[in-house]
């Protein structure tokens, strides 16, 4: 799917807040509602909106304490990394992993109640791993995540 300016508005205007109204999703890029729907429309199907989230107060649902742990494999069998990727996402801790590559396999953001409860984290999820070689903890002391997303595309007038 080709996006055009006014798709690449929509998607800016949805980054920064999901839930705009349609009407005023459509006056500020120029459209009819109508016409802002669709689009909207066209963009899930094609996946290029892949949902919609709320954004929380990590102090209002009792994290007291976020860090960023760097996971180091001992191989790099297939297997271990698609095992180690399944065990994250069913941890509750984790907010987000990334597999990266360099000195590092694994960047995961975890969100704890307190530094007890990261080290309690720390040894139970993934030094008990036998795939997991080696972690290093580094505290997050602000996290903010962007309203704006880079987009490369040309935009067709």
Known sequence: MELDRIDIELLRLLRNNARMPNKDLAEKVGVAPSTALERIRRMREAKIIEGYHAELSPTGIGIGLQAMVAVRLSRHLREQVLALHDHLLALPEVIAFYHVAGANDFLVHVGVRNADHL????????????????????????YRRSAELPIYLDAKP
């Open 119 to 142: 080290r309690d984290f720390a040894l139970s999820a993934l030094t008990s791993r036998p795939e997991v070689a080696h972690i290093e903890t580094n505290l997050i002391f602000e």
